[in-house]
């Protein structure tokens, strides 16, 4: 179920946001929940990333965080120029998971 919840904008991005749902008939709430689940998922891969290049978080804690496989971790990491922190334990933990 969703709750309300309130927050400040800027006036101008506001405005922004307000001249982008008009033009493209959209509602203004239902872009803004879209708007901030995207920017929540790539914020919870960002933290989990780093945790995981900090050896805060293996391997296997972030593909089942995140629900990726192995092979998706790499590409992301990859994409963001971060190092691969792989021990032994990640790759005897990595036969459990999917190959998809």
Known sequence: MAKP??????EDLLNEINQFV???KLDRAA???EVL???FSLDKQDRLLLKYVRKELSQ???CKELK????KLLTQLKARNLYLNVELEDWLDAEELPLQ
């Not at 919840?5 to 800027?10: G, L, V």
């Not at 990726?68 to 092979?71: A, V």
Request: proline content about 9%.
């Open 31 to 33: 872009y803004l929940r």
């Open 68 to 71: 990726w496989n192995p092979w």
């Open 37 to 39: 689940q995207k920017g």
């Open 22 to 24: 008009r033009e493209s």
């Open 5 to 10: 919840t309130t927050i400040r904008i800027p």
């Open 60 to 62: 296997m804690e972030v």
